[in-house]
């Protein structure tokens, strides 16, 4: 079955360490997504790719980074310039092209805390 | 700039209908997107509106009025699964991004 898979589950993060969240999707889409979601809240879009090797900042990019080497795969890393990383992390990926019916299909997240 | 404005909670009864609203502001969009996400889940597709007018899926229909930069999600027959967070999202026609709101909370009482 197609999808997108994400690990780890759960992630723990030292002071000063940089940490790097995986995202892997098999369904053939050109457009993946990382979002940060903090409790009660909404989702707030931190990088977004829409092809390999080019990727654009969304709206919380201080203290994050990405590369998109491969179609299948976006991994996230939180650096220790990220000082409240505690949330859940979400990707996602989509079809893309103009006037495509666009939905995003979601991995299970990754929960981030700070030890 | 860009927004969706949702109503942070929604209480309704078991059985009956509830309607969630989404209102935004952006320059130019290619369709209005929801989502529902349950506690400590991922957010799954559940309605997406590129043209005015009502969409029906089932128990759920969305609708989107471009002229009053508004849509809804319609919920009927309610079922305790459906206690969760319903978000609206746009794709923005410049940037090509995906914005969402900050969710619903939709309480259902027995």
């Known amino acids: 079955d197609g999808g997108i898979t994400q690990s780890p589950k759960y992630l723990f993060r030292k002071e000063g360490q940089n940490v790097t969240l995986s995202c892997e999707q098999n369904l053939n889409h050109d457009a993946m997504y990382w979002y940060r979601q903090d409790p009660g809240q909404g989702l707030r879009l931190i990088y977004y790719?829409?092809?390999?090797?080019?990727?654009q900042k969304g709206d919380i990019a201080e203290g994050y980074s990405v590369s998109r080497e491969k179609k299948e795969s976006f991994p996230l890393t939180v650096t220790s310039a990220q000082k409240n990383p505690t949330a859940f992390y979400l990707c996602?990926?989509?079809?893309?092209?103009?006037?495509?019916?666009?939905?995003?299909?979601f991995g299970d997240g990754t929960r981030l805390s700070i030890l | 700039g860009q927004s969706l404005e949702q109503p942070s909670e929604v209480t309704a009864v078991e059985g009956a209908i509830v309607q969630i609203n989404c209102t935004y502001q952006t320059s130019g969009f290619y369709g209005l997107s929801w989502y529902q996400q349950h506690d400590g889940g991922a957010p799954t597709f559940l309605s997406y509106n590129a043209l005015d007018g009502l969409e029906e899926t089932g128990r759920f229909s969305s609708f989107l009025s471009r002229s009053d930069s508004y849509g809804y999600l319609l919920l009927q027959e309610l079922q305790m699964k459906d206690s969760a967070s319903y978000f609206c999202?746009?794709?923005?026609?410049?940037?090509?991004?995906?914005?969402f709101g900050k969710g619903t909370r939709l309480h259902i009482l027995p």
């Open positions: 790719s829409q092809i390999v090797n080019d990727f």
């Open positions: 999202a746009v794709r923005d026609r410049g940037d090509d991004k995906i914005i």
């Open positions: 996602a990926s989509s079809i893309d092209g103009p006037g495509a019916h666009r939905t995003q299909h």
